[in-house]
Structures are given as structure tokens and as C-alpha cells.
């Protein structure tokens, strides 16, 4: 699958550069940050929360 579908082969020595680079298999988290503390206290998960639309009737709407 990784040859096949992501094109992958001939990219086994970069994996083994990372992890001799790293020192460890765990390379750690490969982003940042990308949502602010702040906008995740209580009161503005709730404020959220409340303005979902959740009154899909008994059945549901699930049509994707």
C-alpha cells in the first residue's frame, strides 16, 4: 500500500535520517498549536454547545 497508493518507494532512508536525527522513533508532534487556550473555557465551550442545531426530530437527518 505505501508503494502503491502513496508512492512511498525509495523513501526509507529518509524515515531512518528522522529517527537517527530524533534519537528515538517517537519524533514528536510535527505541528503547533493551532487553536488558542483561550477559546476553550468553559463558557465559551458552552456558548458553543448552545448554539448547535440539535432538533433533527426523533429519526435524526443523516443524509450525507
Do not use: C, H, Q
Not at 522513533?25 to 476553550?40: A, F, N, Q
Amino acid at each position: 500500500m505505501l508503494t502503491e497508493v502513496f508512492n512511498a518507494g525509495g523513501t526509507a532512508r529518509y524515515a531512518v535520517d528522522a529517527i537517527l536525527e530524533a534519537g528515538s522513533y517517537d519524533l514528536g508532534p510535527k505541528t503547533g498549536r493551532i487553536e488558542s487556550p483561550e477559546d476553550w473555557t468553559e463558557e465559551k465551550i458552552r456558548a458553543r454547545a448552545a448554539e448547535l442545531d440539535t432538533d433533527k426530530g426523533p429519526e435524526g437527518d443523516f443524509d450525507d
